[in-house]
């Protein structure tokens, strides 16, 4: 409720409240699914979760070329990342935070690696990028969460708020000049959805520092006031809020 407060003020507490319950509703779908994951057949996850306009990363890959695709937490990720690496002509590269819980990690890397997925942890996206530099493959870096140091992020207006973000996404695209994409999901009708890539920019170093964040956020922000109830309301995302002055504006390695 609080980040509902936070982000959508304009709103009445009523409106809050009806948000919430939705998204309880469908966060208890997405649990669900998600233990699903692990004995789903391939052609009922194709069904689920379609990838409308897979030729855009197909064409890259046509190409040779690479691509880092930008999304955030907003609907079912999870299955997306379960059924995406059956529809795309190039290998899916996720970067995650590892998990302090170890079964858990695991269980996450698991499932999510069942098609074909790759997981690679913040802390080895450098030394992955150095072994494989020679392939193809769509780098995938969520934009919504909140940074573990404030003092090692780039501020951007994120839904009216001014807000630390993990600048990973912007710093690999301009250091590897390669095309960005969005990776949209929406939500049909429960149990089923649909994911719609757009071509943010293939020149990512034309970007000032922060914009290229800026422009796949505002992108992000578009969906969740169409849809609020499926953006993950209940992490923090604004946990470090009231920080930037103690923020260094450097950019650390780990991020």
């Known amino acids: 409720m609080g980040n509902l407060k936070m982000a959508l003020p304009h709103l009445s507490e009523k409106e809050h409240k009806q ?10 779908d997405v ?3 998600a233990v699903k994951n ?22 890259f890959a046509a190409q040779g070329k690479s691509v880092i695709l930008a999304g955030g937490h907003y609907s079912n990720w999870e299955l997306w990342a379960l059924s995406s690496p059956l529809q795309m002509n190039m290998p899916l590269v996720a970067i995650y935070k590892k998990l302090t819980n170890a079964f858990f990690d695991a269980k996450m890397r698991e499932s999510r690696a069942k098609y074909g997925m790759q997981l690679i942890p913040t802390s080895q996206v450098k030394t992955y990028l150095n ?22 992020c780039i501020w951007i207006d ?29 939500k049909v009708k ?6 719609r890539i757009e071509v943010i920019t293939e020149t990512p170093r034309e970007f000032g520092h922060g914009e290229l964040l800026q422009r796949a956020s505002r992108i992000l922000e578009k969906e969740i006031y ?14 470090h809020v009231g920080k930037k002055a103690e923020s260094t504006g450097k950019q650390g390695e780990s991020e």
């Open 190 to 195: 429960r149990g089923y959805y649909e994911c």
């Open 38 to 59: 692990f004995s789903v057949k391939e052609e009922d996850l194709l069904k689920r979760m379609k990838v409308t306009n897979p030729e855009v990363l197909n064409s």
């Open 226 to 239: 169409r849809e609020p109830y499926l953006w993950l309301w209940t992490h923090k995302r604004w946990k």
């Open 158 to 186: 994120f839904m009216g708020i001014d807000s630390p973000t993990q600048y990973g996404m912007e710093k690999y695209a301009k250091e590897l000049n390669w095309p960005v994409v969005y990776g949209f999901i929406t």
């Open 131 to 152: 072994e494989h530099d020679k392939e193809t493959m769509c780098l995938v870096f969520a934009i919504d969460q909140s940074p573990g140091d404030p003092r090692k």
């Open 31 to 33: 649990i669900v699914e």
């Open 19 to 28: 948000i919430a319950w939705d998204f309880y509703r469908h966060f208890c």
